[in-house]
């Protein structure tokens, strides 16, 4: 459905009113062991409207895709706005706007691989896996890709069309020791369509070679020693700290929620070397794994500067937030289908790099850990977080030692930030995150390395 469709049934309305078309196209192939566990594509699009009046939101969506479906979805939304308000009586005032018009297209100019040639690459990965590392206990290879297409109109001005695709390879391989599986996994792709992300399988052949190199240094690996350590966390932990442990707490609806961040506005939360951004599209030049250009209320996006020199700055707002916080609406307001309302959502999350270089930061440590990789982690409204750590290295002397076997990491970060005493000059952007703040969404996140007094797990 395209802006011109949905424009005049946005303008004739009493109350603030967005109109949505939304399809998501999904591809998933997976081999375990050489065989094919999944082979599927999909896909799910509808509209959707949403109504405020007066602090009570009306919402109402309709996988038909019409005129007359985009009339109901209206005309039910606000319905259900007028009855809300009629018990809730908020009595808040009018949206702030930032009112734009964009048209966002990442596809691909190439031709398009077929179902049976995505497979082909598939199979021809995995049987180089199989003929190089014969040894292995199992090995699984994972294609996901991903399109969010979507047609966006506002009462108060905005239209915006974009087509943002994401295709994204994982690789999980196993091995054993003393009688126990060890397992290491590793991601590629980003932002695109595959064609643009992945070329030939044997241009994935060294990165498949360093992840089984690394497993094998798991194999002889040890537990670390449990304990206050010091550790240089590496850019993909050092995301999803800025990620999971503040940037949900800095997320609008979270601080009227009462999270850590309410407190820390104007003062200190980090060390003087840490500066952290929410990128909307752009970082340094280059276009950033989520490009959100107007979000799913029609704000333009804007770059935020949540934390600069260990201050907290600023936090992410949807239009509803910055009113009820004082604030300007900042594009954070995203949704994952046409049947999800938009909610505060990060987009590219990342610290900033600092001056200091990576061999240098472990050259500083005479008992600690160079950590990795992450698996999957979890923070609260308090900014505590517990992290899984899956590849790492101890530091000894200011060498690197023994890999280390899987571990955790945990403490608060607000507290454990104020810790940081050295920042790389790199940086490093992961583009497969996926946030379940209440829905999944695509976000991207990363950094430089840290290097900070941090809590790890032992045996």
Known sequence: MRIEDLRPLAADVSDYTELRWQENRSLGIALVKGSVMQNARSSESGVSARVYRAGAWGFASDPNVNVDAVRSVRAAAAANARFLDDRERKQHG???????????????????????????????LDNHIAADYPDLLSRTVVLRCLDMEKALVTAD??????????????????????????????????????????????????????????????????????????????????????????????????????????DYLGKEAASPLVTLVDFAHTADGSTCPVPVHVDDEGTEAMDVTLIKDGILQAYL?????????????????????????????????????????????????????????????????????????????????????????????????????????????????????????KQMIPTGFGGPALKCRVMIGGR
């Open 94 to 124: 009018s949206l702030p706007a930032r009112p734009t018009e964009a048209r966002h297209d990442f596809s691909t100019s190439k031709p398009r691989w077929t179902q049976k040639e995505l497979l082909g690459f598939m199979k021809e």
């Open 157 to 262: 001005g905005s239209a915006a069309q974009s087509l943002t695709p994401r295709a994204i390879l994982s690789i999980v391989l196993s091995a054993e020791a003393d009688g126990h599986p060890v397992e290491i996994s590793r991601t590629f792709g980003g932002l695109g369509h595959f064609e643009d992300v992945f070329d030939a399988p044997d241009t994935l052949y060294a990165r498949i070679a360093k992840l089984y190199e690394q497993l094998k240094d798991k194999q002889a690996g040890v537990y670390p020693e449990a304990g206050y350590k010091e550790c240089v966390l590496d850019s993909e932990l050092a995301g999803i700290l800025a990620h999971e442990a503040i940037g949900h707490t800095a997320e609008g609806d979270f601080v009227l929620s009462g999270s850590a961040a309410a």
């Open 317 to 437: 707002h949807s239009k509803e937030t910055a009113l009820l916080l004082g604030a300007a609406p900042t594009g954070n307001a995203r949704a994952f289908q046409f049947s999800d309302e938009p909610l505060v959502r990060m987009r590219n999350t990342a610290f900033l790099p600092g001056n200091d270089r990576l061999e240098d930061m472990i050259a500083s440590i005479d008992d600690g850990y160079y950590l990795i990789r992450p698996s999957n982690g979890q923070a609260d409204a308090t900014s505590e977080f517990m992290f899984g750590v899956t590849l790492g290295y101890e530091i000894k002397q200011g060498k690197l030692g023994r890999a280390i076997k899987d571990t955790t990491i945990s403490g608060v970060a607000f507290d454990m930030l104020k810790t940081v005493s050295m920042v790389s000059d790199d940086m490093t952007w992961m583009g497969a995150g996926m946030c379940g703040k």
